[in-house]
């Protein structure tokens, strides 16, 4: 795959998956919350949504597509996650009451109060700045042969290079 097409395809993942991971861990978060506190049982949806939550965050760091994925990612969470900040610090009112309500408004509630959503992405943005991962995984190789194509003198006939000897061994 070339350079191109794996910034374009972590853009598009970049921009897809964060919003969709959100909602699965919010969904997910109100509603184990919310059975166990109603009920007094386990919510297996609940556990289910938070688990497919978690491999699509699997995925977004740890992928070979683009480090922009994760890098749009860590930005989305992050500035969900610093929503409370500016809550409490400057008294102003960022989401309004009853915006969102049930299960996904329960799940909203916890995972921005108890800093869950800037955990995520301060840990998005810490994979993004590895730089391996803005490399190609074309890499040239380190051995250069002063031989062209026909290969080496010291090589038997039909065989290009050798590259389990450094030097030709009667």
Do not use: K
């Amino acid at each position: 795959m070339s350079n191109g097409a794996r910034h374009v395809l972590g853009v598009v993942a970049g921009l897809l998956l964060p919003p969709l991971i959100a909602g699965c861990l919010m969904y997910g978060i109100g509603e184990i919350g919310l059975t166990m506190a109603t009920r007094y049982t386990v919510s297996w949806p609940g556990l289910g949504v938070v688990a497919a939550a978690g491999a699509g965050l699997a995925f977004l760091a740890g992928s070979r597509l683009s480090p922009i994925a994760s890098l749009l990612g860590g930005l989305a969470f992050t500035a969900l996650g610093l929503v409370p900040a500016v809550e409490l610090g400057g008294g102003i009112r960022v989401i309004p009451d009853g915006l969102v309500t049930g299960s996904l408004g329960a799940g909203m509630q916890t995972a921005l109060y108890t800093g869950v959503m800037l955990f995520l992405g301060v840990a998005l943005l810490v994979v993004s700045l590895f730089p391996s991962r803005w490399r190609s995984l074309e890499r040239p190789s380190a051995y250069t042969s002063d031989y062209g194509a026909s290969g080496s003198p010291y090589l038997p006939p039909g065989m290009a290079h050798d590259v389990t000897r450094p030097m030709h061994r009667e």
